[in-house]
């Protein structure tokens, strides 16, 4: 007699150790017929599907009891053009995988976020953004989409075919369907002139408006007991800065990338971090001190290489976008707000901005934002921290990142999405029975009946 395989009951965990899940399958499909088999095999057993990326998002958006779908057997790039800039890439291609093949094609994404292990579509779906004034959020830059749908069919969308589609699921949580393959806009490859260096927080908050204008990529991190922030200026290089008599200050050496990135960024900080979680009382010192040992440095390189660092120290983040013009009230607040806070905050703040866009549910819908982003040391107690944080950026219409902790539930989203409805009308029509359900976006949308 032959034995059955045992069912696979691995444990789906993401990186900050925030969701768990236990799939009923796992799937690995390595093409688009085997997405679509894998979508109308999970219907017919009356399962969900979740399609995973890399597990960066710190809420429970991938996590599935039904068909987890593991995209990492679909990547590559499928189709460039240099001329146009277009070019197609599998869903599970993580973004480090994809600046690699752009490198070499002599294009790169026009803007990143701080990291690049996440997916392609992963990144997309919960509406990933780096900074810029002028620029939007990741999504920004698709041109099409390629669909696995709750029936199995397989269709495009983009902004002349079926437009709608397209508007939703730029930033479609994974709700709508499995995307099978995106078509970018990428840019020539380009170097950026990296210029950090700490400047009292009162000061950034003065300029905030100038600084956002003036640079192409601009942001800063404020550790909330301290005064100085660490300010990030990046900017392309052009062709102006490469004038004769100009100094450019060269890449920096492997040497002092380990040092100051490796180092001191990671195994240093997370000391401090590890030295906090033990001593809770000496974190406002271990905070002050961080800011305090802020240095300055101005480096070139190729943009992605200036855009991402690695991340190694863990930590549970909640991030709103906010008015652009809101920004010094919720600084403000939570200036007064941090030191009256039971457990101190080991982390800094990061603030960034965005261009507005058009798509429904990105967080930079139809207004331009200020990022702020809040963050507690693995292990540290941060509900009240984060819940602090989300009563003020309620004061101003904010809007949680739907890959970071927030507790907002679909009565909420909808006040502050004006195209709320119409995504979950596209939802209901691509997905009528909610076959790419899960229990976050039951919160987050709403139940699947209209
Ligand atoms: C250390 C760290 C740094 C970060 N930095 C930034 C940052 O700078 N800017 C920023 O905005 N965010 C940032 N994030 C958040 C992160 O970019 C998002 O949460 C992103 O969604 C994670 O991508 P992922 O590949 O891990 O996707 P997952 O978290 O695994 O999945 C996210 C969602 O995408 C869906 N999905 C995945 N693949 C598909 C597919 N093929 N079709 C349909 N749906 C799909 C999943 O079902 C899920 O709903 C950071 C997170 C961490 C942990």
Redesign the pocket.
């Known amino acids: 007699m032959r034995s059955q395989p045992a069912p696979d009951r691995r444990v789906w965990r ?3 150790g925030t969701a768990t899940a236990t799939p009923a399958q796992w799937s690995r499909p390595r093409s688009e017929a085997e997405i679509s088999a894998a979508v109308k095999a999970a219907a017919a057993a009356g399962l969900t599907v ?10 429970a ?2 996590a ?1 009891s039904g068909v987890a ?1 593991d ?1 990492s057997g ?1 990547t590559g790039v499928t189709a460039a053009d240099t001329g146009t800039g277009l070019v197609t890439a599998r ?2 291609t ?1 973004l480090r995988a994809l600046n690699a093949e752009l490198t070499g094609l002599g294009l790169a994404m026009a803007n ?4 690049d ?14 900074t810029g004034a002028r620029l939007g ?2 999504a920004t830059q698709v041109e099409a989409l390629e ?1 696995v749908l709750a029936d199995g069919s397989v269709t495009t969308c983009s902004a002349s075919s079926r437009p709608e589609l397209f508007s939703a699921a730029r930033v ?9 393959t995106v078509t970018l806009r990428c840019v020539p490859s380009f170097t950026l002139l990296a210029d950090e260096r700490p400047v009292p927080v009162d000061e950034v908050l003065e300029q905030f408006d100038e600084l956002a204008a003036a640079n192409d990529h601009f942001e800063f991190y404020w550790f909330p007991y301290g005064r100085q922030a660490l300010v990030k200026r990046n900017n392309r290089l052009a062709g102006r800065d490469r004038a004769p008599g100009t100094r450019i200050p060269p890449a920096l050496p492997a040497w002092r990338r380990f040092w100051e990135f490796e180092v001191m960024e990671n195994a240093g900080f997370g000391a401090l971090c590890r030295l906090g979680r033990a001593r809770p009382r000496l974190i406002p010192a271990l905070n002050r001190f961080s800011s305090a040992v802020l240095s300055a440095r101005t480096y070139t390189d190729a943009s992605y290489r200036v855009f991402v660092t690695p ?1 190694r120290v ?2 549970a ?1 909640s ?1 709103y976008a906010v008015p652009r013009e809101s920004l010094g009230h919720v600084i403000a607040e939570l200036r007064r707000a941090v030191p009256r806070l039971a457990d101190p905050v080991m982390f800094p703040v990061e603030v ?1 901005v965005a261009a507005a866009d058009d798509i429904w549910l990105s967080t930079g819908y139809g207004r331009e934002s200020a ?1 702020v ?1 809040i963050h507690q040391y693995t292990g540290l107690p941060y509900q009240a921290y984060f819940d602090r944080f989300e009563a003020i950026v309620a004061e101003v219409a904010g809007r949680p ?4 902790l927030h507790s907002l539930d679909a009565g909420r989203l909808r006040s502050l999405y004006p195209r709320f409805d119409d995504f979950r009308r596209v939802r209901a029509e691509v997905d009528p029975e909610g076959r ?1 359900g ?1 229990a ?2 039951a919160r987050v949308l709403g139940s699947h009946d209209l």
Not at 112 to 115: P, R, T, V, Y
Not at 121 to 127: D, E, H, M, Q
Not at 172 to 180: E, N, P, Q, T
């Open positions: 993401n990186w900050a979740r399609a995973l990326g890399s597990g960066h998002s710190f809420t958006a991938a599935t779908l995209l679909w869903s599970g993580t990143l976020g701080d990291i292990v996440q997916t392609l579509a992963g990144a997309l779906s919960t509406g990933t953004h780096g959020g990741l669909l479609g949580l994974g709700a709508l369907g499995v995307i099978s991340r863990r930590f983040e991030e960034r990022y982003a990142h739907w890959g970071k790419f899960n976050y976006l």
